[in-house]
């Protein structure tokens, strides 16, 4: 059984999180795949020691070269970012007939028609997941999974620092200075924060979006941007009066007058699921002439999900190389043998959080539910309004519990149901955990 | 250049879906693929002329033999449903290393062993991602985009019925009868409803997400399955004046105690992602180790959208099985040489719905800022309040504007910002459409 050899250029944040990844979920991996995927080699120019990496069988080196000249590598990761070393390492390695995984969107942005004519020409594979989006798998869903569509337009929230900004503008009242400096604390912003904030990091996934959506090669400076440092406090608010959010989106559509692809702030409807994705998130929205409507939504950067993205891509080269030798992406994942037969937890033996309705002839026996739950051990975390009464001697009434074994609660209910002056039998609703 | 042959089983909803889709889309699809996919044979018992498809090519039969039979014939897509002749036609068809392509999730939800061990013994290929959620992709995002990952969880509204008639409880203040029968009556329920209103339809799609997140075996027989017959309207006000709505969700946990799994109604925080997918919509929310939290959304059933996760399904095949060959999937999608270079609108061609704020001095100039709109042509749809003033002399007020092109409403307010009583400028935001 082949091994798959990685080595990894750039162990900074998404680097680190590959090695930490590949290391951590080894056995679930090999056990899906079939075949066992090493990280035998990285490339750094910075300290590496602390992070939470087992060194013992990787080589660390300063030089990508040690990397690109090594044959037994099959599968080179470009994480240092740029258009410079970033881009030698990538065509380089798919000239070697290696293959290659990256997450640099400014790079493809800028450089698409090259990076993609070498990896046409290089019996290597180019995965590039991770470059928008971070662990949500939209390059995937629209190369296969809507591969049958002709896809219309897109409409995403693609930069989590923006999103974060406005997210902290909007629920805390912040203005736009204050809610960069602690985006900035947090983490969730760079010091010089431009790319993110003047919407040119939205600009290069909604290039690499709009020439994978629509298959054909776009020229980056053709793309209208505009960031979202102009958004004042009272914008947000006159927009939230008016019934909608404002998102830094970038979007593009194949309309009858030609392309159109622009990242700008825009308002959205407040009960739209876009206006609902809160900080770092990101969201995805394509639409298709026969899926129609999509979302896909998840955490649009970081160590670990973008690590998963980029990890997606390793696994799914892997199976390719494999498969030249003969063998098969398995319908449900794993290899036939590598699935055991298990059962599922009895509905007993579950906790969840409940809410428990009943409907009682007298408000006043609220006093002993609430007796009843407290001689249980249950406790009661919140009770309903009781204005919701309407119909004659069946009062609503109801009561969400902490979370608590399901056979308690049955046991409860079920005796509580016995008592004289529950009219109705009560019904329990558990609450998603 | 190989074309991929197909031959449908069933000519309903989804089928007839396919072959429009396969019809409608077949330049795109060959300019993606290298390869054309033509439909040349379609099983039928019921009457199908109508079905705004070109059969000048489609050999229209009333045996599923006549497409098992036909060697030409590379993949087989089962959509007559249930577990009787559909699983003979997929075991046949794979028994005779011909792939398989199907929606059918009670099928594999009970049958999975049998199932994917022809699939695994077969030269051929099994598709299955229309078999839950409709055109939403989440089938190819656990087995590719979260190959890395340990799936701990994941949680989903996975049958559109049951939402439907939850949201119309919840926004249209109906009761449950009530909006069972509109559901009927609109298409979106069917005569015998039980299936989806008992939880059957979701705890089928649970099994078969639960087998490949967890990757094993599981009994249909130990799920928990609850439906939503006994949701009353007053669950549904007391929940949401506590600040919940109520969905009917598949669940699954690979937990310390075991692997959960269940279907039932449950309360989700009125401000989520899921409490926020309305009618027929369906959303799945995945948690693996290191991609976090993950959502997808999309349309869960349909003639449309299944036929788009049917199609591809096939074009993942026609790739293998051409690959086979020595062809690629190419990363951009499309063969280099099918990319042309497009040119992108410039923001000042394109049109959109327009929110402008201005800062007043005096808020009886709106007047005026109302008839220079009215002089420009351009309608206001909406005026924000005024109460949002705060800042002397500044006097933060908003306008929304119908659609317009893009320079009119430009050269309007670079105008508007020479009148003297504009303090501050203008901000125009735009409004997503």
């Known amino acids: 059984m082949k091994t798959i050899n ?34 035998t080699k990285a490339a750094t120019i910075d300290p590496y020691e602390d992070l939470d990496i087992d060194f013992s069988e990787i080589t660390v080196t300063d030089s990508v070269d040690d990397i690109l000249n090594d044959s037994e590598i099959d599968v080179v990761v470009e994480l240092i970012g740029g258009d410079g070393l970033a881009k030698k390492i990538i065509l380089d ?17 800028k450089h698409s028609e090259e990076v993609f004519t070498a990896a046409y020409n290089s019996p290597g594979f180019l995965g590039y997941e991770a470059s928008v989006g971070g662990g ?47 985006a900035q604390e947090k983490g969730f912003a760079e010091a010089d924060p431009t790319f993110d904030i003047e919407g040119i990091d939205t600009a290069h996934k909604v290039i690499i979006l709009m020439e994978l959506a629509f298959n054909a090669l776009f020229e980056f400076d053709q793309l209208y941007v505009e960031g979202i440092s102009g958004i004042e406090s009272c914008d947000i608010k006159l927009a939230k009066s008016m019934g909608y959010a404002i998102k830094l989106l970038g979007m593009a559509r ?38 129609g409507h999509t979302m896909s939504y998840g955490a649009g950067a970081g160590s670990h999900p ?34 055991s037969k298990q059962t599922i937890l009895p509905i007993d033996e579950t906790e969840s959080q409940y809410f428990v309705r009943f409907k009682l002839a007298d408000e006043n026996d609220i ?13 009661v975390q919140q009770l309903s309004d009781l ?21 308690r609660l049955q046991a409860l209910v079920k005796d509580l149901n016995n008592l004289p002056f529950i009219t109705h039998p009560s019904k329990i609703i558990r609450v998603d955990s």
């Not at 199976?319 to 398995?330: A, D, N």
């Open 254 to 291: 194949n309309s009858q007058k030609g392309f159109e692809g622009k990242v700008h702030p825009a308002l959205v409807k407040s009960d739209s699921m876009l206006a609902n994705v809160q900080g770092a998130f990101n969201a995805i929205s394509v639409y298709g002439n026969f899926v």
């Open 387 to 407: 204005k919701q009464s309407s119909e004659a001697a069946q009062i609503p009434f109801a009561i969400l519990t902490e979370i608590v074994a399901e056979h």
């Open 6 to 39: 990685v080595g990894i250029c750039g162990l900074g944040t998404v680097g680190a999180g590959t090695a930490q990844l590949l290391e951590k979920n080894a056995s679930i991996i090999q056990k899906r795949t079939g075949f066992p995927i090493k990280v």
């Open 367 to 379: 006093q002993a539910i609430k007796k009843s739950f407290q001689a249980a051990g249950i406790a």
């Open 93 to 109: 390695a798919l000239d070697r007939g290696k293959s290659a995984v990256t997450a640099n969107k400014a790079l493809l942005a």
């Open 136 to 182: 949500i798998p939209i390059i995937r869903s629209i190369k296969e999974g809507f591969a049958g569509d002709e896809i219309e337009s897109f409409s995403g929230i693609i930069n989590g620092t923006a999103n974060f900004i406005l997210s902290s503008m909007s629920n805390d009242n912040k203005d736009f200075a204050t809610a960069l400096k602690e």
């Open 306 to 339: 973008t690590a998963s993205a980029v990890v997606g891509d390793i696994i799914d080269i892997g199976r390719r190389l494999s498969s030249l030798g003969g063998e098969q992406v398995p319908a449900l994942s794993v290899p036939l043998d590598q699935l």
